[in-house]
């Protein structure tokens, strides 16, 4: 099966008792056993549910993966894959990556006896450099949270097993509509279900994907021993996300493309960055290994926080808000936002200035959206 039909289809049989074509939410904690240790297929929501089964294997089959694991949260997947780590393994990370991911590795990793280094992920050569022998796992996203930079998956893929470590890639901003990681050689790959995939704002999850069967059975205890494990009505609720992935992310991609264009000729904005665009330095290795851009697009205005103001204040359609990935567009300031746990310092090191700003781009009128982005700029 393609991407689109399998989204619609795997893991999604009819239901066996009553014949309904969508996968019902099964709201139940336990399960009865057949016998004595003998359990009828499930035995306690925590460890297994037929809902969570079903989204498991959805995911799993879009991102081409053996197994699937479903999550309360993508920081919850986050540290279920962290959890693969023992005190003095050292981690070599992109330096651009999301605020919450980079909080939890230094606020609550770093005190367990795991050691990070940053590099820049947009040249290959440092992953190498940072390499030592305690190294496990090489941790990469892209494109980055907030600046789209990318990475060069097969060469990290190639530098973390030439050293035995494993490539861990956060493949959130694309989805596996616009990018498979683990077919450019990838170990692991984890999402905030919470965005596009499920996609309409009303849903909070995170998913691991692997067909590493070690790393799978290792993430599954930690799943179920520490028990962030997402409801039957969240997973029901990503389930129906899934379905219409294909056709949102074309109408993201088709609105992101049309207000990049626009943002970069604008007399009022000093930087547009978007891997769809020609001028955009990794725009090559963009088309290399993505099958499109995505819907993300951030932009820079140079009057800093207080020209963000006046520019959020006035906007009609684009909300301002955190998260992404929904059908309706959003605008984020990163460092008020999603990137608000770094110091000033480390933002001002990973180009996070006070003028950026991150739109989501929705599903909307594309027209309508550019009006309102012209209406804000004029007001600053």
Sequence with gaps: MRFSTKAIRVGQQSDPATGSIIVPV????NFVFDDVGKPHGYEYSRSANPTRTALEQCLASLEEAKFGLAFASGMAAVDAVLSLL????????AEHIYGGTFRLFEKVYVPRGISFIYVDGTRPEAFAGAMRPNTKMVWIETPANP???L???RAAADTAHKRGAKLVA????PSPYFQ??????????LHSTTKYISGHSDVIGGAVLTSDQAAYEAIRFHQNAAGAVPGP?????SLRGLKTLSVRMRQH?????????FLSGHAKVIETIYPGLPGHPQHKLAQSQMDGFGGMVTFRLDGGGEQVRRFVKVLKLFIFAESLGGVESLVCHPASMSHATLTAEERKKVGITDGTIRLSVGIEDVQDLIEDLDHALAAC
Aim: charged share 20%; net charge negative.
């Design 86 to 93: 023992r005190p003095g393994d050292h981690v070599v990370s």
């Design 233 to 237: 009505w969240d997973c029901w609720l």
């Design 180 to 189: 498979r990681p683990l077919t450019q050689g990838a170990d692991i790959v």
């Design 151 to 153: 990475v060069d998956v």
């Design 253 to 261: 991609e088709a609105n992101a493309i049309a207000i990049a264009e």
């Design 170 to 173: 956060d493949n959130t901003f």
């Design 26 to 29: 099964y709201q139940t904690v």
């Design 147 to 149: 600046l789209l930079q």
